[in-house]
């Protein structure tokens, strides 16, 4: 579901943190997080984040290096963290991604 | 674009924002205004800031300021180093830039963040950096001549003892 609605148009949106300033700018960010997004996999699924918003949060490979992905599941679709991993992180199904 | 809570405080709504105060980033340099007719998403109670799809044109908005500012930095500095005693030919060659490129990046051209951020470097003590660049221009180029100089006492053939 998440898939759907980040690929719909204003379906996603990404919290500007430092962190993001990562990326070159803003639309390299937005670009950034929906490919993270499609092309999630439910092997880099870590836990869901159970607070005032419910957020899912993964370890994906990026250019060969771990990076964390939060974002809300309720639509539209909140990216809130996306950044390298700061330390190894072990997936919900056994998988270790290093930073 | 549908209105919704903000992650941050939790009590705003986010939506749609013009006007003036907001800014963005692109490379290495940050508070970039952005112009106050752009539309951006931002938060009515905390004014946390969310990209969405007018991204786009928020970058397409604030290039020419982007790039105004790597054109002031880089002049700033250049015009520091020629301050320092360096003449403008001399600095693009030691730089590697074709000849009138800081002249052109004066007028029009937007110099890379790489280039800025040299020139920025060398001004910071202008006759003591310049002195240490052509330094090290003369040793990497020295470097060179010596090693084909000991590639060719490697290949000269031995001769044969009487």
Redesign the interface.
């Known amino acids: 579901m998440v898939k759907g609605t980040a690929a719909q ?2 379906g ?5 943190t430092r962190a ?2 990562f990326f ?4 390299l ?2 670009a950034a997080a929906r490919e993270a997004i499609a092309s999630l996999r439910i092997t880099d699924f870590v836990r869901t984040i159970r607070q ?2 419910i957020c899912d949060a993964y370890a994906i490979q990026r250019d060969g290096k771990g990076w964390y992905l939060k974002f ?1 599941v309720q ?2 679709v ?1 990216v ?1 963290s996306l950044h390298p991993l700061e330390h190894a992180t072990t997936t919900a199904s056994g998988r270790r991604v290093e930073p | 674009m549908t209105k919704f809570r903000c992650v941050q405080c939790r009590e705003g709504m986010v939506r749609p924002m013009t006007g003036p105060g907001r800014t963005t980033w692109m490379g290495n340099l940050r508070e970039l205004p952005i112009p106050d007719q752009i539309a951006t998403l931002g938060c009515e109670s905390c004014g946390a800031q969310y990209i969405g799809a007018e991204a786009a044109s928020v970058t397409e908005a604030v290039r020419p300021t982007y790039e105004a500012r790597l054109r002031e930095l880089a002049a700033s500095a250049a015009d520091a180093l020629l301050r320092a005693g360096s003449r403008s030919g001399d600095l693009e060659r030691l730089l590697g830039l074709s000849q009138g490129y800081l002249a052109r990046v004066r007028s029009r051209k937007a110099p890379s963040e790489g280039l800025t951020l040299l020139l920025m470097l060398l001004a910071e003590k202008p006759r003591a950096r310049l002195a240490e660049a052509r330094r090290l221009w003369e040793r990497a180029s020295n470097a060179g001549i010596r090693t084909k100089a000991k590639r060719a006492r490697r290949s000269r053939p031995v001769r044969a003892a009487a």
């Open positions: 148009p204003g996603l949106v990404v919290l500007e993001i300033m070159g700018d803003a639309m960010a937005h005032e918003d809300t639509p539209p909140v809130i």
